[in-house]
Antibody, heavy 121, light 107 residues
Framework: QLQLQESGPGLVKASETLSLTCTVF??????????WAWVRQPPGKGLEWIGS???????YFNPSLKSRVTVSVDTSKNQFSLKVTSATAADTAVYYC?????????????WGQGTLVTVSS | AIQLTQSPSSLSASVGDTVTITCRAS??????LGWYQQKPEKPPKLLIY???TLQSGVPSRFSGSGSATDFTLTISSLQPEDFATYYC?????????FGQGTKLEIK
């Protein structure tokens, strides 16, 4: 069973870049059908998908964030990463990494525990 | 983009009750809908996919139904551990969309 773990700074200054990494345990990130995603949840609010990456490097993003977001994969480390540039207080959230096995329709069947990132002014 | 609207936003129920949560899509999505449960300080957990298929390990008191634009999640014989927030989710045209959530509280 796959386990995911987020890591990265819990505090980011406004206008700087928010960077997080997700390490996948219990299996290869290069599973052919898996798409790896970032989902965030502002305090007390709902879930927002940010973007996804396949081990091949193909990516797709939430249009509302696309201009500021990069998602990449490092198969040698079994990790994928998120960068959000020009961070603002609105980016303060719990950030989850998740996996979509791509078997038919698309759902997230594995999740990290989440990491809170606070953007301070 | 397809939008998902859940109702109600919150509801109160007692242990042993049966509750139903609704998710309405802004356009037809066949049966491509998932349901998640999220407890405080925890990640979401996939309960149901393809509108009505129970994810492995999920108790049978959870059930899903619907197609096209109208979907329901039913929880029968509520247990104390079922009090949580529930989200529906759909994927289309390289975009994942979540409903706004339904918080199920103990009466």
């Amino acid at each position: 069973q796959l386990q995911l773990q987020e890591s990265g700074p819990g505090l980011v200054k406004a206008s700087e870049t928010l960077s997080l990494t997700c390490t996948v345990f219990g299996g290869s990130i290069s599973r052919s059908r898996y798409y790896w995603a970032w989902v965030r949840q502002p305090p007390g609010k709902g879930l927002e998908w940010i973007g996804s990456v396949h081990y091949s490097g193909s990516t797709y993003f939430n249009p509302s964030l696309k201009s500021r977001v990069t998602v990449s994969v490092d198969t040698s480390k079994n990790q994928f990463s998120l960068k959000v540039t020009s961070a603002t207080a609105a980016d303060t959230a719990v950030y989850y990494c998740a996996g979509d096995d791509g078997n038919g329709e698309h759902y997230f069947d594995c999740w990290g525990q989440g990491t809170l990132v606070t953007v301070s002014s | 983009a397809i939008q998902l609207t859940q109702s109600p936003s919150s509801l109160s129920a007692s242990v042993g009750d049966t509750v139903t949560i609704t998710c309405r899509a802004s356009q037809g999505i066949s049966s491509a809908l998932g349901w998640y449960q999220q407890k405080p300080e925890k990640p979401p957990k996939l309960l149901i996919y393809d509108a009505s298929t129970l994810q492995s390990g999920v108790p049978s008191r959870f059930s899903g139904s619907g197609s096209a634009t109208d979907f329901t999640l039913t929880i029968s014989s509520l247990q104390p551990e079922d009090f949580a927030t529930y989200y529906c989710q759909h994927f289309n045209s390289y975009l994942y969309t979540f409903g706004q959530g339904t918080k199920l509280e103990i009466k």
